[in-house]
């Protein structure tokens, strides 16, 4: 339930910013058929769901309650969902989303540079070499 929500929350926000828009010429309050539409939710709080449009949308998530150490459980969901950009670029998106969080991937999402080389090494110097108050059973 939080994933379609954030989910609904990302389609909303990239619609209004502009940056979404359905594939073709569609004219405001023009409708757009649902060509597939399942859902179903089991009684141990396991779910899916998925639908498909005429216009090339289509979505879909499944996901189970998981025990994250909590009183109430939490959900494991996965899931994704695609589209033709307006510049024709197809976008897919798959993502999982537990205690973890959110984790989206797919080919048009930016992606952080390389580490230097330089600060790859310090790091890897530093992890081998704690400092005195920061070794294991010292105390203060």
Same mark, same amino acid.
């Not at 939080?2 to 989910?7: K, S």
């Not at 879909?60 to 009183?71: H, M, P, Y």
């Not at 969901?77 to 197809?90: H, V």
């Given at each position: 339930?939080?994933?379609?929500?954030?989910?609904? #929350?990302i389609?909303?926000?990239?619609? +209004? $910013? @502009?940056? &979404?828009?359905? %594939?073709?010429?569609?004219a405001?309050?023009?409708?757009?058929?649902?060509?597939?539409?399942?859902?179903?939710?089991?009684?141990?709080?396991?779910?899916?769901?998925?639908?498909?449009?005429?216009?090339?949308?289509?979505a879909?998530?499944?996901?189970?309650?998981?025990?994250?150490? #909590?009183?109430e459980?939490?959900?494991? +969901? $996965? @899931?994704? &969902?695609?589209? %033709?950009?307006?510049?024709?670029?197809?976008?897919q998106?798959?993502?999982?989303?537990?205690?973890?969080?959110?984790?989206?991937?797919?080919?048009?999402?930016?992606?952080?540079?390389?580490?230097?080389?330089?600060?790859?090494?310090?790091?890897?110097?530093?992890?081998?070499?704690?400092?005195?108050?920061?070794?294991?059973?010292?105390?203060?």
């Open positions: 339930m939080n994933t379609w929500i954030l989910f609904l #929350g389609l909303g926000y990239a619609s +209004a $910013q @502009g940056r &979404f828009r359905p %594939t073709g010429n569609i405001p309050g023009q409708q757009i058929a649902i060509l597939r539409q399942d859902s179903v939710l089991n009684p141990d709080g396991s779910y899916q769901w998925s639908y498909e449009t005429e216009n090339g949308i289509s879909n998530e499944q996901g189970q309650l998981k025990n994250v150490g #909590g009183k459980p939490g959900i494991d +969901a $996965q @899931g994704g &969902f695609q589209y %033709t950009a307006p510049d024709g670029t197809p976008i998106l798959t993502y999982r989303a537990d205690e973890n969080g959110f984790q989206p991937q797919g080919a048009h999402l930016p992606v952080p540079p390389p580490i230097p080389e330089a600060i790859a090494r310090a790091l890897e110097w530093i992890a081998a070499h704690p400092e005195p108050e920061n070794q294991p059973g010292r105390r203060f």
